[in-house]
């Protein structure tokens, strides 16, 4: 018993507004989401650009999501691989990712780390830890020198 184009659109309507429902997402990721439920990839198309009218998918929402989300374990570079790798256009990922990097190494310092780096190699972990993170070397190296200088 197969479906008919019309039942099978309105399936995949369905599906989509009910993974919306639970969560934003990226054009590129509900697209992979539902190609094995699409009857073309034509269909496919034609409903997500409906959806993108209508307000209920975009990429730019999702990125904003997304990056406030991470900003409060990650770096700017950890972000800008996690949206590309979501399918968010180039413009948007630069848009979003940036923003006070500095003030976010601090504040994961502060949340991490208690008291002051006492020795050299304590130093060196905590800036291994940032560049893990996603924080540029630039960025590591201010916040550690700022936390150094506070408990001065």
């Known amino acids: ?3 008919s184009p ?3 659109a309105a399936a995949l ?3 989509a507004l009910a993974l919306l429902a639970r969560r934003e997402h990226s054009r ?3 697209a992979a989401r539902l190609a094995p439920e699409a009857a073309s990839p034509a269909a496919l198309a034609a409903l997500l650009d409906e959806l993108e009218r209508g307000g209920l998918l975009s990429d730019e929402r999702y990125a904003e999501v997304r ?3 991470l900003a409060r374990k990650y770096g700017a570079a950890r972000i800008r691989e996690d949206l590309r790798a979501k399918g968010v256009p180039a413009p948007i990922v630069e848009r979003f990712a940036a923003g ?3 003030a976010r190494a601090r504040a994961i310092l502060a949340r991490r780390y208690r008291g002051q780096a006492a020795t050299r190699e ?7 830890f940032l560049l893990g993170r996603g924080f540029s070397r ?5 916040a550690l020198a700022l936390a150094a200088e506070e408990t001065d």
């Open 13 to 15: 309507r369905r599906r």
């Open 28 to 30: 590129a990721e509900l």
């Open 67 to 69: 990056a406030r989300r």
């Open 1 to 3: 018993m197969s479906r």
């Open 138 to 142: 630039e960025t590591v190296r201010r």
């Open 100 to 102: 006070d990097e500095l």
């Open 122 to 128: 304590e130093r060196a972990r905590r800036a291994r």
């Open 6 to 8: 019309r039942e099978s």
